[in-house]
């Protein structure tokens, strides 16, 4: 199982959240601690995590995840509202400096460096920063194309879970943003469909109820004609009874027995 698979079953799913995604980090410039001893823990991952809660109405978060060397757990961090992050910045494109990763962090390093290689050779940065409202962070993802993809999810669960306050994307590639539009015609697609199938659905239960509603009003008057008839059955019965039992009428007889 990857790291990230074990993160969303070990730290988000026992939370009843939903990990949407991650990226792999180190700081650009470690934390100044001047009243702690530095490398208390030792070495560690982290990662940057976004998750979404199973609960309505649904709550974003960013959270911090951090693994330490020699342990196999992963501990929960730092962690905010998608509605405290103010600004993403995905750092000058141009810029070549990327920093170094420790082999701590390079699992699957060839695969990373390869795809470091292809995205510097668009120009992708994987130095980017995340502006809380009280916060701010400043990372260097494990490769430009894992900080692109996290962007890319980032960017899709802001405009999907923010409908009015949504962050800044400062110095990000023009393709993060025409891949949005991908996702949401997409979006929209799904949505359209569902309603189609709701509407179908609604207009079937319509006719459906039209029809049991007629069957119920032919059920009625055949019963109420069930009613008048035996009722008419009973007054020609009684009628035919009085004209028997009424001298009157009954002289023919007498007179065919003369």
């Known amino acids: 199982m990857s ?29 100044k601690i001047p009243f702690l001893a530095t490398g208390g823990q030792g070495e560690y991952r982290t990662y ?9 109405p649904p709550q974003v978060f960013v959270t911090k995840v951090k693994q330490f060397e020699g342990s196999s757990c992963f501990v929960r961090r730092s962690q905010w509202t998608l509605d405290q992050l103010r600004q993403v910045n995905g750092i000058d494109p141009n810029k070549q400096s990327h920093g170094d990763f420790s082999p701590l962090y390079a699992s699957g390093s060839a ?7 292809s995205f ?34 980032l960017n899709h669960t802001c405009q999907r879970y923010l409908p009015e306050r949504k962050p800044e994307f400062i110095n990000c590639q023009s393709r993060l943003f025409a891949g949005n539009s991908i996702l949401h015609s997409a979006a929209d697609s799904v ?24 069957t119920a009003e032919m059920m009625n008057s055949a019963q109420q004609f069930a009613d008048t008839a035996h ?15 009424n001298p009157v009428f009954g002289i023919g007889r007498n007179c065919e027995s003369l």
């Open 3 to 31: 790291a990230k698979a074990t993160i969303s079953k070990e730290v988000f799913s026992p939370q009843d959240e939903r990990m949407l995604g991650a990226v792999q980090v180190k700081r650009r410039t470690k934390k």
């Open 48 to 56: 940057i995590c976004l998750s979404v809660s199973n609960k309505k």
């Open 111 to 117: 695969q990373q460096s390869k795809s470091a290689s």
């Open 120 to 153: 510097c050779h668009d120009q992708e940065s994987p130095e980017f920063d995340l502006q809380f409202e009280n916060a701010l962070d400043q990372w260097v993802a494990s490769s430009g194309s894992e900080k692109f993809t996290f962007f890319q999810i």
């Open 191 to 214: 949505t359209s469909a569902v309603q189609k199938a709701s509407q179908a659905l609604n207009e079937r239960g319509e006719r459906l109820g039209r029809a049991e509603e007629s």
């Open 231 to 245: 009722k008419l059955k009973d007054e020609n019965q009684s009628d035919l009874k009085t004209i028997s039992d």
